[in-house]
């Protein structure tokens, strides 16, 4: 290492930075390639009604990136998204359409508020178990996640023997009803999804930059013993990612049996793949220590954008899945590149400085 | 070709020609001219960190040197791997044990040289009855059939020499091979290595004890900071002239005492045990104070529990025993997070490993310790923050031309000043300080010493850790020497030489060997 870049010194120094700066921003570069490329070549691409279609649909991935960034970053993974989404939406269906029979011959029926917050609690107890499985018990977080991945969905398909709940309008004795505003509703001429996505993400980079836990997430992914003897409660930040990853899971959950007004057990089957592929497209490190939350909504959007484009260019969707897959396997490769060349760049510098 | 191979000696087997080798914070070798002999002990002392590993690693193949040549018999030649060096018949026993746990030993001793039958595969049988045959040379009393893993770490060491002869080398290099072997077992292998001396071997030596290098060695290198400093044979020399040339005429800028007050107790460990995974205690019944503005040096060989008993002060170690007590009053909390809160803090040795987080800049490793210093309800803020980094860096003079970069971008002196200044900002009663001269450049060593200096004149209790005597002599009130994870002598600085130190450190020891013999 040391001895091919003091001879490379002269050469590189100038196009080397220039390299490095276009290969930081390529998430930017491929979001623009995709657009400029497919309003172009597919039909109505540009149309409003398209990107607001576009953006619902980019907008359930992006929510489950976001949580699987911050589990990434601590060096972890989480498999159990796509079936927290599953589960969430039946508890939600299920809570809507029958309430809760107790064994006495009541039925409680929650209001939709309640029904909401419920909903969520369920996402945030399973990220729960996932945090405490990896933390306390030392279960690897492939292995733990795989686990509830497994035991979330079939939970889901239990509750309704694998049938679908319909017809979700809710009863307005019960004050059930109006659940279609998450999944349907606008307000400012936006749908509710995407201004939830965006407060979200708000809050998310906020608590990435200036808190505490933000800080230590970070700490924690790139150098875990390190970040122990700093005195940092590395468990409690293991417990938080798996947590607000299960949260994301949940509010997605909500949105999809909303958009349909009906919870179907198998929704959010391989959401969680999609959900890794957003974050490594936007510069989050499978090492951990890496990633941003900017990053990884437009890793989203690529793959959203990419995918939506190629259905309305009429692209069979077993090329999609080739193409998918080679966006992904490249955006990896300039990744590392990125990294060599910016150790080589930091080198230099450290020559130059004597 | 010719320019390379006249006036060599013909005794010589190997030379380094001007070796130099660079890492990214560290010169770790500079311009090694070495020799190595045929038939002959070649002994190469040096205080930990001088770059003997570095230099045996070069020849071995695993590093390859930034500048200079290897000349072997006479031509210059180039390892890119340690297999090739291994097939120029050098081979080496690491200081680190590289074997395979979850093997058994003669397939360890065989591992990528395996005895084959065209397609039946190994043949294991072969393998085993010649594995025991090395091992009985050594009389080690293993079969080749036990699983690596299921061996005391003394036995794993010497499965790792019966590798090396397994070699058929006629360079083979042992670095500390007895740091772990009873007095029993080092007998035996000074027998081995008589024996591959007369069969023309030869051998690299590298032991901290003097005496074992004055009993088998022939020739004498000494290095310091990276720089070949004595050469001799070891029949015109005695250990006076090793400490002489390992230390130096050139005393180190050692930061001058200053006169001030020492205070009250500040901090009292009682009675500190920790049981070590493979049995015994890594620290045995530790009890011992300082009081606030004094230097108390830790001095000990490897593996005497320095680390160790600094890992239990700050709660590292759920199982371990003992009370520690900061002005008089006991710590209770058992945690890391709340012991620095409390006032301790610590300055780990593996710096790397333990000490910063690689991804993240200069300033988030500094307030890493000291996060909630700057925060109101759950947000950072950020002003408040710059400042106090800016201080830190400024009263460290660390060389940070800006705070942003990742902190891998500095030399290692200043990220040892970085680690030091992220403890610092936890405003700590009692400062820990496990080897924190270890790996970093002369200058930077003279301003760490300066600000250990400084911080006890303000007040604040130090414990630091070394293996280097005349750190541990220049810079401690009073020297606390640790074997074998007991606590064998406390010394006042003034009036204790070096000589009853040594002396001290290797009680444990010897006592630990009698009972393995």
Known sequence: ?354 | MTATGIEQHPEVILRLDDVSKVYSGIVAVKRANLELRRGAVNVLVGENGAGKSTLMKIIAGVERPTLGRIILDGEPVFFSSPAEAQAHGIGMIFQELNLFSNMSVAENIFATREITRGLRGIDHAEQVAKADGFLKRLDAGISAETMVEDLPIGQQQLVEIAKAMSLNARILIMDEPTSALSAAEVEILFKVINELKAQGVAIVYISHRLEELMRIGDYITVLRDGQITGQAMVKDIDTRWIVRSMIGSDAKDFARAVDHNIGEEAFRAEGISLARRTGGLAVDDVTLSVRAGEILGIYGLMGAGRSEFFECVMGRHRHATGKIFINGREVRERDTTRRIRRGLALIPEDRQREGLVPVLSIASNLTLASLRRFVRIFHVVESAEKRAIKAIIQDLSIKAPNPDFEVTSMSGGNQQKVVIGKALMTYPKVLLMDEPSRGIDVGAKADVFRTMRRLAGSGLAILFSTSDLEEVMALSDRIAVLSNGKLVAVFDRHGVTEEAIVAASAKGHTQIRDHAS
């Not at chain 1, 999804?193 to 407060?199: G, H, K, R």
């Not at chain 1, 990053?295 to 692209?315: E, Y």
Request: charged letters at 10%; glycine letters at 12%.
């Open chain 1, 1 to 354: 290492m040391t001895a091919d870049t003091s001879t490379a010194i002269p050469a590189t120094r100038s196009n080397g930075s220039w390299l490095l700066t276009v290969m930081k921003l390529r998430t930017f570069i491929a979001l623009f390639a995709v657009i400029i490329f497919f309003s172009i070549f597919a039909p109505n691409f540009t149309s409003t009604a398209n990107m607001i279609l576009m953006s619902k649909h980019v907008a359930l991935n992006a929510f489950l990136a976001m949580g699987m960034t911050f589990v990434i970053i601590t060096g972890g993974i989480d498999l159990s998204v796509g079936s927290i989404v599953g589960l969430c939406g039946m508890v939600a269906g299920a809570l809507i359409l029958n309430g809760v029979v107790l064994p006495i011959g009541y039925t409680i029926y929650f209001n939709i508020y309640e029904i909401v917050i419920i909903t969520v609690l369920v996402g945030l107890f399973i990220g729960l178990i996932n945090g405490l499985l990896i933390t306390k018990l030392n279960v690897a977080p492939f292995i733990a996640t795989l686990g509830t991945l497994y035991i979330a969905r079939g939970m889901a398909l239990l509750s309704s023997d694998g049938q679908t709940f319909p017809n979700l309008v809710g009863r307005p004795e019960f004050a059930t009803t109006g659940f279609e505003f998450l999944g349907a509703g606008r307000i400012l001429g936006l749908p509710v999804s995407i201004w939830m996505l965006v407060v979200l993400a708000l809050i998310a980079a906020y608590i990435a930059r200036s808190t505490p836990i933000g800080r230590h997430i970070f700490a924690v992914g790139g150098n875990e013993r390190a970040a122990r003897m700093s005195g940092i409660r590395v468990d409690v930040v293991g417990i938080f990612v798996y947590m607000f990853s299960g949260f994301c899971a949940a509010i997605v959950g909500l949105v999809i049996s909303s958009e349909l007004m009906a919870a179907h057990p198998a929704t959010g089957e391989s959401f969680e793949l999609n959900a890794i592929a957003a974050a490594v497209l936007g510069g989050t490190s499978m090492s951990g220590g890496r990633g941003t939350i900017g990053g990884t909504i437009i890793g989203a959007f690529v793959i959203g954008i990419l995918s939506d484009g190629l259905v309305m260019m009429g692209v069979s969707s077993f090329w999609q899945m080739v193409i998918k897959g080679l966006v992904i396997i490249i955006a990896v490769i300039v990744d590392q590149a990125q990294r060599r060349l910016q150790q080589r760049v930091t080198l230099m510098q450290m020559a130059k400085a004597g």
